[in-house]
Every structure is written in structure tokens, then in C-alpha cells.
């Protein structure tokens, strides 16, 4: 049974996602070292970097699809390390990913009741053969996809394939498939990667909405300064896979080691 004991933060507020000297390594190369982050109930976090800093190996250790060489992974005070990523999952970590992965030849209700689906009461047997208690289900689920979407203000394309969806869109799906299952924690790789301003914008907006909305602790990688400065309040920076600076945000931002590993000397 996994070693479980909620975490507080001086200020009281819980600790939601806690790394113990995280680390992996390929071979002879480290390719996360000694990464230490504590991110609190609501916090909006950012993880930054330089291209191949780490950041989403990091990602990847949080949510299972890697094991760690030695460190420790805490989720509300729950030792997951080593767990698989659909168990993390049902425990309340859910992500998105640089590259959109969207299920492109369902609609767009479809890809949420997916999210929902490890929420399902119903056994297997009454799905196959699907008895009133899994149509019953079947129609909550579709009522509560048909509610998430209403958050995102993607309903009115609920029955778009969502391949057909403006890229923009897509983006935001992603995320509200994510968030359709009930995360503690939401991590969000690169969500502005190939947006416009408007959409970019529009996004910030989205993020800042979601986390007032449903009190939700998010960690997102991104490289667009102006989306990281506008919306996170605390900041690690990664480079060469350990960390080169954390804190509040502005004041990482005007380090002058961040600056260098961005822009160069």
C-alpha cells in the first residue's frame, strides 16, 4: 500500500505535487538531476527552460510513462513513484501534450466522454451488454461532457469531428478532455505551440478560468514568455536537466542566468 500523508505549505494550503531529488538517467547521461518542485492547492506554475532542458521528461516521470532512477514522486502526500500512468491518472494527474493527440475520427462530445470514462460505476458485463444501468450511465456522461464543453465554449461544436475543429480549438479540447477526469493536478505541455496572439490570448484567458473555476493546481511548460509572465505565479527554470533558478515569477524572469541560458552570453 502506498505511503500516504497530506502536505502544508507554511501559508496552510495543501501541497498538491511534491518531487523528492527527482531524477533519471539514459545510459551515462542525466537527463533530469535533483529536480526538487512543491506546488500548492490553486497555484499556477510554470516549468521553463531552453529547448532540451528536461521539461518534459519531467512530465513524463510525473505521470508514469517513466520510472525514475532514484527520487520520489508525491501526489497529496501519496508516494506514486513507479506507478503506472493509467493508475496516476485515476489518481488525479492528467495532462496534455506538445503535440496535440486527440482521438481525430470522434466527435468532439466523444472525446470528452473518454476523459470521463475512468469514472464509469457500471461492471464490464453490463456495458457488453449493455443493460439499462450502462445506457443510464451512458446518458450522465453525455450530460456531464455536454457541461464541461459548456466551460470551455466548445458546445456548440459537440458534434464536429474533432479533427475538423481550428487548431485553436483542438487546443482547448485537449484540455477540457483532460480536465474531464477530475485531475488534482493538470499539466500542460507547451499549450500555445503553434498558436496566433488571438488564440494565445484567448488560451491565457481559458487556463486562468479553469484554475479560479474548479480551484485546480496547473503546471504547464511553455516557451511564450508573455503567456508564462501573464498567468504563472512561480516559476522553475531546468537547464541541462537540473535547476537553474526557481521562485516568483518576475523576479526569475529578470534572473540574469535565466536571460543567458535563453539568449545566450
Do not use: W
Amino acid at each position: 500500500m502506498a505511503e500516504s500523508k497530506k502536505l502544508y505549505a507554511e501559508d496552510g494550503r495543501e501541497i498538491i505535487i511534491k518531487t523528492d531529488h527527482l531524477c533519471i538517467q539514459f545510459g551515462g547521461l542525466k537527463a533530469v538531476d535533483d529536480v526538487n518542485l512543491e506546488i500548492k492547492q490553486g497555484e499556477l506554475y510554470g516549468l521553463i527552460g531552453p529547448n532540451g532542458a528536461g521539461k518534459t521528461t519531467v512530465f513524463n516521470l510525473l505521470t508514469g510513462v517513466y520510472k525514475p532512477t532514484y527520487g520520489k514522486v508525491y501526489l497529496c502526500g501519496e508516494n506514486l513513484t513507479g506507478k503506472a500512468p493509467a493508475e496516476v491518472n485515476k489518481k488525479g494527474i492528467a495532462r496534455t501534450f506538445q503535440n496535440i493527440r486527440l482521438f481525430n475520427n470522434l466527435t468532439v462530445i466523444e472525446n470528452v466522454m473518454v476523459g470521463l470514462a475512468n469514472q464509469i460505476p457500471c461492471s464490464v458485463f453490463t456495458s457488453v451488454v449493455r443493460l439499462p444501468g450502462h445506457k443510464k450511465s451512458e446518458a450522465e456522461f453525455y450530460e456531464k461532457a455536454l457541461e464541461i464543453l459548456k466551460v470551455f465554449k466548445l458546445d456548440e461544436f459537440k458534434d464536429y469531428l474533432a479533427a475538423n475543429l481550428p487548431y485553436g480549438k483542438q487546443r482547448k479540447l485537449e484540455i477540457a478532455r483532460a480536465m474531464a477526469t477530475n485531475p488534482k493536478l493538470l499539466l500542460l505541455d507547451e499549450p500555445a505551440a503553434g498558436m496566433n496572439p488571438n488564440e494565445t490570448q484567448e488560451l491565457m484567458d481559458t487556463i486562468t478560468f479553469i484554475r479560479e473555476k474548479y480551484n485546480i493546481t496547473i503546471l504547464l511548460i511553455e516557451h511564450d514568455m508573455r503567456l508564462v509572465g501573464g498567468i504563472c505565479e512561480k516559476l522553475t527554470v531546468l537547464n541541462f536537466g537540473t535547476e537553474l533558478a526557481k521562485g516568483e515569477t518576475s523576479e526569475v524572469l529578470a534572473n540574469p542566468e535565466v536571460i543567458k541560458a535563453y539568449i545566450g552570453e
